[in-house]
């Protein structure tokens, strides 16, 4: 992992994987970027989000991730970056994993 900032995450499978972080940007302004976010299990795309699509919301500096479905037991990765707009530089933002465990629930 090579990011600049590291985020590990735990939840269980009876949850929303969802999750609120805060961005500033020093060069320009958020609504200059997009933020693409990827999570993988066994190097495998599970999910997808992104600013231009679904599943990530801006309400600046707080930029929340997933919201849209749980996600099965075990382990992953996971990533985010910032595209700029005008240029298309890509900017890497968080990698990490995340853990998920059972939550009894079903």
């Not at 240029?87 to 890497?92: A, N, P, Q, W």
């Amino acid at each position: 992992m090579s990011a600049p900032y590291a985020l590990h995450l735990g939840g269980t499978d009876d949850e929303t994987f969802e999750f609120t972080r805060e961005l500033t940007i020093t060069a320009g302004s958020l609504s200059d970027y997009s933020i693409d976010y990827g999570l993988k299990r066994s190097g495998s795309l599970v999910l997808s989000y992104s600013t231009a699509s679904t599943g990530v919301t801006v309400n600046a500096p707080n930029v929340t991730i997933g919201g849209l479905e749980s996600i099965g037991v075990g382990s992953y990765t996971h990533g985010a970056r910032l595209v700029h707009i005008a240029t298309g530089k890509k900017i890497s933002w968080f990698d990490g994993t995340v853990e998920i465990t059972d939550g009894s629930v079903e």
